[in-house]
């Protein structure tokens, strides 16, 4: 290591290592919650658990990031959400957009066959956080994209003149609705593909007819 080097890290203010360690702890305590509510969901996990999976000491390190278990579950949910979006816009590539909208709301109905997506976002995340919160968190990460697909195709004539934002709502319901279906279908193949169908069907009937 150069001298220079070690003497930047000498003069490194406190402060900023500190930040670091914190910001080191929240990350591992939230991949160690994330993989524990994958494979045990939330209710059968445990804090002292999580905390021992994380390599962070006790639960004092947990309640200093998060003030319970379910804020934890809450900032868990936000992540898989953060992820859906990012591989949601490496997998769609530029298509007309309802095309686009097409693409980006099937392959959220691919996502609810993964068990990440089907036990933290499908099935604890409505119990734990109850419908109006997850619901609301849903169209925080859901509702903007698909309403500028909407106005996108309003403007490229492929899509009638109407409030956007109300279709909006709808398709992301739906999507959501679909989704959960499949996640707590008995046969997950055979419900993902009667979904995929119906949505199909209900995106179709958006096309301006020619």
């Known amino acids: 290591m150069a001298s220079g080097q070690r003497d930047d890290e000498r003069h490194r203010p406190a402060s900023a290592s500190v930040a670091e360690r914190a910001e080191g702890t929240r990350k591992a305590l939230l991949a160690a919650a994330r993989r524990l509510f994958v494979e045990r969901g939330y209710h059968d996990t445990s804090t002292e658990e999580i905390v021992a999976l994380a390599g962070v000491g006790t639960r004092g390190a947990l309640y200093h990031h998060f003030a319970d278990k379910k804020a934890l579950f809450t900032a868990v949910l936000e992540v898989v959400e953060e992820d859906l979006v990012v591989a949601a816009g490496s997998s769609v590539k530029e298509a007309p957009p309802l095309e686009m909208l097409r693409n980006g709301l099937l392959g959220f109905l691919d996502a609810s066959l993964t068990p990440e997506v ?19 968190i849903e169209e925080r990460y859901g509702l903007g994209g698909i309403q500028g697909l909407l106005e996108l195709a309003v403007a490229e004539g492929s899509l009638p003149p109407q409030p956007t934002a109300v279709l909006a709502h709808l398709l992301l319901a739906s999507a959501d609705e679909a989704a959960l279906f499949i996640a707590n279908a008995n046969d997950l193949d055979v419900a993902r593909d009667q979904a995929v169908a119906a949505l199909d069907h209900l995106l179709g009937g958006l096309n301006v007819q020619s």
């Open 118 to 136: 089907q036990r933290i976002l499908l099935i604890d995340g409505p119990a734990v956080l109850g419908w109006q919160e997850w619901r609301a």
